[in-house]
């Protein structure tokens, strides 16, 4: 382990942490360093950061555990998919359980069972049969999971079985003494138990994105983290079996410019957020989108569009409805006067006419440092960061635009995130968001995670 690893890993968990109420339980949440662990794993701190009573922390090195940088927390989430984490981190997550603290390990904590070896040093901590690890697979989804009966404590009240479209990977035997939550075909793949004064909960659930978000997992996950770090049961939340109202109704629109697929996972596990993503024109082509919508996430880069459908993206901005626009949607219908000096406060610029090529200019692969510009609830919790993305230069800028964030990147206008002088509705204009590098970058989804509430009227 490189000698700064532990300082390093306490310093990096205060940075993510978030703020929760006065004696909350600390919670540390190790993942990988892979950008598909990181969004995997968000998808767990974002459900654990909904309990007022958890403060939640994470770090993506599993090899930087040790005593000091353990001390500080109540209960240690393992959510990774890598080589085994080694005695010494072995040795100290022993010692952080032994002395009444929790452990929480998610598809069967892969980095800490690793191979035979490490498999079996494991299997004592977390409660499995040390001569029944790696049996036969369950099976792939679509799976029936059923409660235990009796019930476990932990499990959903009413505890109706469910479909799950998981694959939860080689089966496990739980230790005699362990108890069993879930089931499927019968095999366990959900129970708690003990290891010295501590707590522990192991789950082979939630090996792919879609697992995590279905409900019954998330509200026995959440629950067992807290009960692991308090040894209290916290109160059952009901299944929710359709979106709240309270919740924002995004349409996405995108179209005329080639992307990422992986900016779809944009919008997979946003708190608090219902998106539809429906290619333009037709969106405007269809009736009355207020009704159905609460904002508007421009991610396409069009210049035409007829009488109609101009007037119904017109009749949704002036209702006061929301509009967040990323990346190339700041190139949208550049001709559309009302559109680019009212609605977005900028607009990118050609040579000469309609027709001619464009003077602003951009350029790939840019390490950008970018830096909030006082507080607001579109950069809450997002912080300065670093990320390779696209820069624009030479674009009009309204005087009267309100930046939230800016950069000193030579290849950049400055501004990065800010809100348009337009003041019937709630504008937010994102310039970040070109590919990979941005769509899997925690700061940036965050950032459009929070302008997509805030210009709904939801945060």
Avoid at 121 to 148: F, I, M, N, Q
Avoid at 175 to 203: C, H, L, N
Avoid at 258 to 268: A, I, K, R
């Amino acid at each position: 382990m490189r000698p700064s690893a532990a300082l390093a890993l306490v310093v990096a968990s205060v940075c993510s942490g978030e703020a929760a109420g006065q004696g909350a339980s600390r919670i540390l949440l190790v993942s990988g360093a892979g950008p598909e662990e990181r969004v995997a794993a968000a998808v767990l701190a974002d459900s654990l950061r909904r309990s007022p009573r958890l403060a939640v922390f994470t770090s993506d090195d599993p090899a930087a555990l040790s005593p000091v940088a353990l001390a500080r927390y109540d209960a240690l989430v393992v959510d990774c998919d890598g080589a085994w984490w080694g005695d010494s981190v072995q040795r100290a997550v022993e010692a952080f359980v032994q002395q009444g603290k929790g452990l929480v390990a998610v598809r069967a904590g892969d980095c800490a069972s690793g191979p035979e070896a490490g498999r079996r040093k494991y299997s004592a901590l977390a409660g499995v049969h040390p001569a029944a690890t790696a049996l036969e697979k369950t099976g792939h989804g679509p799976l029936r999971v059923r409660w235990a009966n009796p019930p476990h404590a932990l499990a959903p009240t009413p505890g109706r079985e469910f479909v799950t479209v998981d694959d939860p990977g080689p089966a496990l035997v739980p230790s005699p003494a362990s108890k069993v939550i879930a089931t499927v075909d019968e095999q366990p793949v959900a129970w708690t138990g003990s290891f010295g004064a501590g707590r522990v909960f192991q789950t082979r659930q939630g090996r792919n994105l879609a697992a995590r978000r279905e409900p019954e997992f998330l509200g026995v996950f959440t629950r067992a983290v807290e009960w692991a770090a308090t040894g209290k049961v916290p109160p059952s939340v009901p299944v929710p079996s359709k979106p709240s109202s309270s919740e924002a109704r995004a349409l996405v629109v995108t179209g005329g410019h080639n992307y990422d697929p992986s900016f779809y996972t944009l919008f997979e596990d946003q708190p608090g957020i219902v998106a539809t993503i429906d290619p333009h024109p037709m969106p405007y082509r269809r009736s009355d989108l207020r009704k159905r919508y609460d904002t508007l996430v421009l991610y396409d880069s069009m210049q035409e569009a007829n009488e109609v459908e101009r007037k119904n993206l017109a009749d949704f901005v002036e209702s006061g409805k929301g509009v967040v626009i990323l990346h190339h949607g700041l190139v949208d219908y550049s001709d559309w006067q009302w559109w680019w000096e009212e609605v977005m406060g900028a607009r990118w610029l050609k040579v000469g006419g309609p027709g001619s090529k464009w003077k602003t200019t951009w350029k790939h692969d840019v390490e950008i440092l970018a830096h909030p510009v006082g507080e607001h609830p579109v950069t809450a919790g997002v912080g300065p960061m670093r990320i390779w993305d696209e820069t624009y230069k030479g674009m009009w800028l309204s005087p009267d635009i309100k930046v939230l964030m800016r950069t000193d990147e030579p290849t950049s206008d400055g501004p990065l995130v800010w809100l348009s002088p337009y003041r019937k509705s709630r504008v937010v204009i994102i310039e970040l968001g070109h590919d990979r590098s941005a769509h899997l970058h925690p700061g940036y989804r965050r950032l459009v995670g929070n302008a997509i509430r805030w210009s709904a009227g939801k945060e």
